[in-house]
């Protein structure tokens, strides 16, 4: 069956006035724009089948809420179920808290809904757009190693994928339509001390790429413990393009040697419920707070741009999450969605958890499919997965992860059994 395609973007920017997300240590609200956050689509089907629909957004997360409503909007648009509309974000710490409100009890915020009214309808008026521009296209697999533009962000030796996978989408007659490129590390170039709304890298990134495609999106990997505090030299906008054109560098070096990709395109759904974590009470939470503040300030006459004091100064703030986290208590189990998207031996599996490089990869090596490419952020936000390591040096994920410490080894067997049920068409279990 020949595959079609439908992609689009859109600039989803809100104005300034409104609290940002992602750091504890911010103070104050956006006060302008740097580069535009935006959204793309991009819908891949047959004409017998409606496929699936990649909606990638310059966004700290996407809770269950927003993750509904802008399925909802997408499939309304295009006739596309909702269950094949997959919300996705970059995770730059430079957009809005509004759009979810609080996505974990250690980080207050407030949901805005007006922003999420404005989100959602551009999101719609960009599907309403691509609808009727279905085209065939013929489609090639890029993967390889990408120049450093993350890493393990709490020791320079620690695991990473440092690969980039990157899909093309061609028309019939040659031109480019589309591209799609994953890679993993947070997009946190721009510190607390940044009050301009900004993609970060994964924006600087499609700037470069903008002239080899109309439309290029971008899906965030395993980057629970991968940034660039160990790669980069500044937290400034000059730093951020350069990371940027960095990755943007490796990707188009990769361009002429993919391989072409050919059918079946499908999706495979499941969601996992998964205990969440016993809390310490507040008299363990004061102590661990009380030796963990000893630590970081230990290190305060050192730059606070050292990637140690960094580490010191996060493993701090965890315990402080951790502290708000054991008084708010946390109920019932995790709802965990996982999907897998596949294009003959190219398959996407996206989780909502920020999964530490480590599982990723074990992921990756016991999946069937030639090339496997793990995505993180994806229908919701799950907090943290953590891996053994950071439960040992008490990493400040470990402390702020919402499902229990023997998670990581339960997701990766279930991904890896739900990648199996993919590929040999098998009937998949909804819960575990």
């Known amino acids: ?29 956006a006060c302008g724009v740097h580069d535009d956050l935006e959204a793309t689509l991009v819908w891949l089907s047959t004409e017998d089948d ?22 909802a909007v997408v499939a309304q ?8 509309v997959l919300v996705c974000a970059s995770h730059t710490h430079s957009a809005p808290d509004g759009w ?34 279905r085209t065939p296209v013929l489609a090639r697999w890029h993967e390889g190693a990408a120049a450093r533009v993350g890493a393990n962000r709490h020791r320079q030796d620690g695991p990473h994928d440092d ?26 170039v721009l510190g607390a001390d940044n009050l301009a709304w900004s993609a970060d890298w994964p924006g600087a990134t499609r700037r470069e790429l903008a002239g080899l495609a109309p439309v290029v999106a971008f899906l965030q990997g395993a980057a629970g413990d991968a940034s660039s505090r160990f790669v980069r030299r500044a937290q400034g906008h000059a730093e951020v393009s350069a990371l940027g054109g960095r990755l943007a560098e490796s990707i188009t070096r990769l361009l002429p040697s993919g391989q072409p990709v050919g059918e079946p395109l499908r999706l495979t759904r499941t969601v996992l419920r998964m205990p969440h974590r ?7 939470c004061r102590r661990l707070r009380e030796g963990a503040e000893r630590g970081w300030r230990k290190l305060l006459p050192c730059d606070e741009s050292d990637p140690a004091v960094r580490v010191a100064r996060t493993r701090y703030e965890g315990t402080l999450m951790l502290s708000t986290l054991a008084a708010a208590g946390l109920d019932g189990d995790a709802e965990v969605p996982v999907t897998v998207v596949s294009l003959g031996e190219v398959a996407w599996l996206h989780t909502p958890f920020e999964l530490f490089s480590s599982i990723g990869l074990r992921i990756k090596a016991a999946s069937p499919f030639a ?45 890896t059994e739900l990648l199996r049920a993919h590929r040999d068409r098998r009937a998949v279990v909804n819960t575990v």
């Open 100 to 133: 979810t409100g609080s996505i974990h009890p250690g980080m207050p915020a407030q949901r805005e809904p007006e922003l999420v009214s404005r989100l959602t309808e551009r999101i719609g008026a960009a599907a309403r757009q691509i609808c009727p521009q």
């Open 163 to 188: 690969s980039v996978g990157v899909l093309t989408l061609h028309h019939l007659d040659g031109t480019p339509a589309a591209l799609l490129f994953d890679y993993a590390s947070h997009p946190t």
């Open 77 to 84: 648009e295009t006739g596309v179920p909702t269950g094949r």
């Open 1 to 29: 069956m020949t595959l079609l395609l439908a992609a689009g973007r859109t600039v989803i920017t809100p104005g300034s006035g409104h609290p940002m997300g992602g750091y504890l240590a911010r103070e104050g609200v």
């Open 371 to 415: 090339h496997t490419r793990v995505i993180g952020y994806t229908d919701g936000y799950a907090g943290y997965l953590p891996d053994q390591d950071a439960y040992r040096e008490g990493l400040y994920e470990s402390y702020i992860a919402l499902v229990e410490q023997g998670a990581a080894d339960v997701l990766v067997e279930r991904c």
């Open 278 to 284: 016993a809390l310490p009470s507040q008299a363990e």
């Open 50 to 71: 409606p496929g699936v629909v990649w909606v990638t957004l310059d966004a700290l997360a996407t809770d269950v809420s927003l993750t509904r409503a802008l399925a």
